[in-house]
């Protein structure tokens, strides 16, 4: 309901009849749990602009954990009633309450809405408020009613055991909670950043190049905390807050730990660039946030000795590509402890595979063969099908090269053949669970009349593993 259908003596719980008959204008709506929820969400992400800790009371609640965020806004009450104020004025009902535990600071936002308890004080803020603040079942708020017990107070000082005995610990974990005795975590609606700069704006800001500007100079501030701890960021995101209510967020890798302002900078200039969506002001920014979502340790190089300029100008331009196109665009392949062709290397985005902690445990296993020889004809294709393709063949001998075979309903003509390169199936994947490589592969490289190169195998070895070998085309040489 909103104000004014309370204003018209209605209350929670009529049916529709029996308000329609009280109040015949009266409009009603379908409930959409959906949009109410992203209602609620979209609410929370924007209230980071008070703290990045924010998590949600569904169905109609908010949490923010404003501890050591107070003194930024002039206190705590300062602090709730602008929070209040900037909620109302885009036409949502807001209220709220300070309090030490989160339980504690919902029912007095509810109950007695714009309190702020001194630390310690919750147990007496609380006690005048109903039993229904502690978010019980209807059986036990029954019970509670038919006992007498109807205020928070009436339970504070009766003994846990037999609360507990009657009611269950339900009951006894929701009251400490409440009365500030015990504190239950709260899950933030988004991962909270390791380090954190932000610019608030005294008027709404929407002019672009600005923002960049103020984003370039969050940059160099967030180096300075980052070389002072030693770290250096490998996820980036950058904020902004619209003074209406909506919040852009763009995220940004790196495939190296960085602490370098100017390039985090650029970083940052070529994704927005690249973005399909481009960011609307609106009526403009109030406040520009840009934060290190993820975080390793760095150590101070001095350029020229033990470092590699190729490789930074690499690492650079992995960057540059990544946040051009797209993080998933831009990848590179990973050896793997594995002699089947199609598992011996995987394929990750490049930001992911290239340094970093995942790098680390990929270079602890198995690497690279060593590269051929300047001139030597490739051993492997560079590249393979998605799956082998079945080919029809014709051969000497079972064990032997193909005379012929035919693919995709194609008959080539073997002019000369190399091989085999025997694979045998990897001893740890039984034969019956359906995994490819359950039997002995015999790779040959084969040319045909016309010039083409292929790269087949015949799978498994003539009576010892089948009587009948099958064959399969695995790449193409260029």
Not at 22 to 31: D, G, I, N, T
Not at 88 to 117: C, E, K, S, Y
Not at 187 to 210: C, D, H, I, Q, W
């Amino acid at each position: 309901m909103d104000a004014a259908a309370e204003r018209l003596g209605l209350v929670p719980g009529l049916t529709l009849a029996d308000a329609q008959a009280r109040v015949p204008q009266l409009k009603a709506e379908a409930a959409d749990p959906a949009a109410d929820a992203a209602l609620l969400a979209a609410v929370a992400s924007w209230c980071e602009r008070w703290t990045p800790f924010v998590g949600l009371a569904p169905p109609h609640g908010i949490v923010l954990d404003i501890t050591g965020c107070a003194h930024l806004f002039e206190g705590e009450a300062p602090m709730l009633a602008a929070m209040a104020a900037r909620l109302t004025a885009t036409g949502l009902a807001a209220q709220g309450a300070v309090a030490g535990t989160a339980r504690a600071a919902l029912a007095l936002a509810r109950w007695r809405p714009g309190l702020v308890v001194p630390a310690g004080g919750e147990a007496a803020a609380v006690a005048p408020l109903p039993v229904e603040a502690l978010g019980l079942d209807a059986d036990t708020g029954r019970s509670l009613a038919y006992l007498g017990l109807v205020r928070i107070g009436d339970l504070a000082d009766k003994p846990r055991g037999a609360l507990a005995a009657r009611f269950g610990a339900a009951l006894v974990d929701r009251l400490d909670e409440i009365t500030g005795a015990a504190s239950a975590p709260i899950s933030p609606l988004n991962p909270l950043p390791a380090y954190v700069a932000e610019r608030r704006f005294a008027e709404p800001m929407g002019e672009e190049k600005t923002a960049l500007a103020v984003l370039a100079d969050l940059a160099r501030d967030l180096s300075g905390v980052l070389e002072r701890h030693g770290e250096g960021g490998r996820r980036f995101e950058a904020a902004f807050f619209r003074s209406d209510g909506v919040v852009r967020r763009i995220a940004a890798g790196t495939a190296a730990p960085l602490r370098d302002g100017a390039r985090l900078a650029a970083l940052f200039r070529e994704r927005l660039s690249a973005l399909a969506d481009p960011l609307d002001p609106g009526f403009g920014y109030d406040v520009i946030r840009l934060s290190v979502t993820a975080a390793e340790p760095l150590d101070a190089t001095q350029p020229g000795l033990g470092t590699d300029p190729a490789a930074a100008g690499l690492d650079q331009l992995v960057d540059i590509l990544s946040a051009r196109l797209g993080p998933r665009r831009v990848s590179c392949l990973a050896a793997q402890d594995s002699h089947l062709p199609e598992r011996a290397a995987l394929r990750l985005p490049a930001q992911k595979g290239w340094r970093g902690s995942h790098a680390l445990a990929l270079d602890a296993g198995p690497g690279w063969d060593a590269p051929a020889p300047e001139g030597a004809p490739l051993g492997r294709p560079l590249a393979l099908f998605p799956r082998p393709e079945p080919v029809e063949t014709l051969a000497e001998v079972p064990d032997g090269p193909p005379l012929r075979f035919r693919w995709r309903r194609v008959l080539h003509e073997v002019a000369r053949a190399e091989g085999p390169e025997r694979i045998a199936p990897e001893w740890w994947s039984a034969p019956d669970a359906g995994l490819s490589g359950a039997l002995t592969r015999d790779y040959f490289r084969v040319e045909d009349l016309e010039g083409r190169r292929f790269w087949l195998y015949r799978e498994g070895t003539y009576g010892r593993e089948t009587a009948a070998p099958r064959w399969f085309l695995h790449g193409l040489f260029p």
